[in-house]
């Protein structure tokens, strides 16, 4: 479930790269955005707050020889912080739309 706030908005991008009619790219920003802001909410809502270790944990061994893995976790302070910057980021691009 972190992943995918990772990596939404880099589906985004590469989308406003593909497409060639500039009328669209306003959509797509605007989706991929709102997209990571619904997944941190619902990380939000399933967050169990009396739990003092990492949740959420996602954990891929990546280059195993070299002991190299990708490992995401969120914690009661990480929480927060990815909600605001969700929002912020969708907040802008709504501002942004009604600028051009």
Do not use: C
Not at 19 to 29: E, F, L, P, S, V
Not at 43 to 53: E, K, R, V
Not at 58 to 80: K, M, R, V
């Amino acid at each position: 479930m972190l992943s995918l706030i990772i990596f939404l908005p880099l589906v985004g991008v590469i989308a406003l790269y593909l497409t060639r009619n500039t009328g669209a790219w306003r959509w797509i920003a605007v989706l991929a955005s709102g997209a990571t802001l619904v997944v941190g909410i619902i990380i939000a809502a399933l967050f169990n707050w009396t739990s003092g270790s990492l949740q959420f944990v996602e954990h891929i061994p990546w280059i195993p020889t070299l002991g190299a893995s990708y490992h995401l976790g969120i914690d009661g302070l990480s929480l927060p912080l990815i909600l605001l910057t969700a929002l912020l980021s969708f907040l802008a691009l709504l501002y942004a739309w009604k600028q051009g």
